[in-house]
């Protein structure tokens, strides 16, 4: 997503995985995103997205939600996943961080 | 039509939709339609009951439970395991969501906070490796 970068765009990625695999992973894919981690889901939960025993082995596992926020953390537009399988298109993000209001 | 070539056609196309699938995961149009995968093997199930209709040989019954094997799991997997329940999330357009504060990779702390007033941000969550 480096027109998300030119677009002053950051973007930072929720997951319970250990960070350096995560970092691993944004190098890999050059990526410039900023991960974070949340090891035992508490702010996932906070926020209700967690699929319970939604996990491989039962486990909970989060929800993959994809949220733009404007420049007043603001949310304005969300994206909730409800087929494990199904990610959003990244034009559509796209499309959303477009639409906000220059600064 | 032959029944061999039938059954040929039915395994091409079973092989073709889970091939398919599977290497086509980075095209958006093709990930976020994963119900294509169980239509594709139901054509294949399809045609290898064609096969069985039309000659009723032991390679095109196999071939018939093979497709409705792969066709049943298929479908199982994309419209029950892997469904997600509606959440309760507490994020609504127009709000501002409560704030997180987490470590990145160095140790940093994150904040939505950080961001206010500087840059949009998009917040994603995802499961883990993939």
């Known amino acids: 997503m480096s027109e ?24 890999r894919l050059h990526l410039g995103y900023r991960f974070v981690a ?3 889901l508490a702010v996932t939960r906070r926020y209700g997205l967690v699929h319970v025993r939604g996990g491989q082995s039962g486990e909970d596992v989060p929800i993959p939600t994809t949220v733009v926020l404007d420049r007043d953390g603001v949310v304005r537009w969300l994206w909730i996943s409800n087929n494990f399988q199904v990610r959003p298109d990244p034009a559509d993000v796209l499309r959303a961080v477009r639409a906000l209001p220059a600064a | 039509m032959r029944s061999g070539w039938l ?24 990930r976020n339609q994963p ?19 039309l000659g009723r040989r032991w390679y095109a019954w196999a071939t018939l439970v093979v497709s409705l094997v792969l066709l049943l799991g298929s479908a199982t997997f994309n419209f029950v395991l892997a469904r997600i329940p509606e959440p309760r999330t507490t994020l609504r357009v127009g709000e501002r969501p409560l704030d997180l504060t987490l470590p990145d990779a160095d140790g940093r702390l994150v904040s939505l906070a950080d961001y206010r007033g500087q840059k949009p941000v998009v917040l994603v969550f995802y499961r883990g490796y993939w």
Do not use: C, F, W
Not at chain 1, 5 to 21: F, L, Q, T
Not at chain 2, 7 to 30: D, E, F, K, M, N
Not at chain 2, 35 to 53: C, D, K, N, Q, R
């Open chain 1, 4 to 27: 998300a970068e030119k677009a002053g765009v950051e973007i930072v990625a929720v997951s319970p995985d250990p960070n350096a695999r995560s970092h691993e992973m944004a190098q």
């Open chain 1, 38 to 40: 949340d090891a035992d």
């Open chain 2, 35 to 53: 119900e294509g995968y169980v239509a594709a093997l139901a054509i294949a199930t399809t045609i290898a009951a064609l096969a069985v209709a």
């Open chain 2, 7 to 30: 059954v040929v056609l039915s395994l091409l196309t079973a092989v073709g939709a889970i091939a398919g699938y599977s290497q086509l995961l980075r095209v958006p149009a093709v």
